[in-house]
């Protein structure tokens, strides 16, 4: 593992990582789906995969000890806002802010909660983040919601949901959250980081997704009613979908035949064009 006080050539001397963890008593916590990432060489590949980072403010959700929010600042980023529920790690992050007075700024604030247009006020932002594990599937939702609030998103997540996000219809792992995502963004898979990297060690790999912002969604849609496709034909995806959708309240059948899609195909072999027109039939219809 590379020497922790390597901070790029213009970063002010900073304590290791793993003293700061044990100066402050600081363990991960599953309830969190906390896991450190120390190896500063990776967080520095991450903050450069988000580049170029000068003249942008940088979102960051779950800075923990502070190893990815050290090189999103030494990476050039304008500033970083950092938001952290667990107060333990306000108070570790303090050298940080010590270090970079006028660039850091940290919000104790739940991120499922969290005022983005208000912290980013209007600023051109980039958003950068290792998400905790167990709410990152929310969290990117909302953030797909307004995307339009962010130049890219370069998100860590498992791979089992960096598979769905940019899996391809036809696919086994093409489902709700390949539609979201892909709807909404171009998605590409960057590189996987192992389960040994972090501490303590999570029992799968995670991979780094870079996700940009279309200028306008792939098709046109209501949201409201894409989810509701989507959930009704994900929900019984082995079903055709003259029976999956049946739980959309509605007779599917002449829904499909306005949208175009044969009653017999199932969910994984549409397009997301083809939800759109679902969604737009549905509308039609004035559900």
């Known amino acids: 593992m590379p020497p922790e006080s390597d901070n790029g ?10 003293e700061v963890i044990a100066a402050h008593g600081l363990t991960a916590t599953k309830a969190l789906g906390q896991n450190f990432l120390l190896d500063l060489n990776l967080t520095a590949k991450i903050a450069r995969a988000a ?19 050290r090189a999103l600042l030494a990476q050039g980023a304008d500033r970083v806002v950092a938001v952290e529920r667990d107060r333990r790690f306000i108070a570790a992050l303090d050298h940080l802010q010590a ?26 932002a980039k958003l950068v983040a290792n998400l905790p594990y167990n709410i990152a599937t929310p969290l990117l939702l909302r953030w797909f919601a307004k995307c339009e609030l962010f130049d890219s998103l370069t998100v860590m997540v498992q791979r089992e949901v960096a598979d769905r996000m940019t899996a391809a219809p036809g696919t086994r792992a093409f489902g709700r959250l390949g539609v979201a995502t892909q709807w909404r963004m171009q998605a ?25 912002p279309r200028p306008a969604p792939l098709a046109p ?8 496709v989507t959930q009704a034909a994900f929900g019984q995806r082995r079903k055709m979908l003259r029976s999956a959708l ?24 549409l397009s997301i064009e083809a939800f759109c027109a679902l969604a737009e039939a549905l509308r039609r219809q004035g559900a």
């Open 99 to 124: 270090a970079y007075p006028d660039r850091l700024t940290l919000v104790e604030a739940d991120a499922l909660q969290a005022d983005e247009e208000a912290l980013l006020a209007g600023a051109p």
């Open 221 to 228: 849609a209501r949201p409201d009613l894409l989810e509701r």
């Open 51 to 69: 580049a170029p980072l000068t003249g942008f403010t940088v979102y960051e959700v779950g800075p923990g000890p502070g190893g990815l929010t």
């Open 188 to 212: 590409r898979r960057l590189f996987d980081l192992p389960a040994s990297a972090f501490v303590p060690p999570p029992k799968v790999t995670s991979t780094v997704v870079q996700l940009i």
């Open 246 to 269: 049946r739980s959309l309240g509605t007779d599917p059948v002449p829904l499909l035949a306005a949208a175009g899609i044969a009653p017999e195909c199932r969910a994984e072999e």
């Open 9 to 18: 050539p213009s970063a002010p001397a900073l304590p290791p990582l793993r």
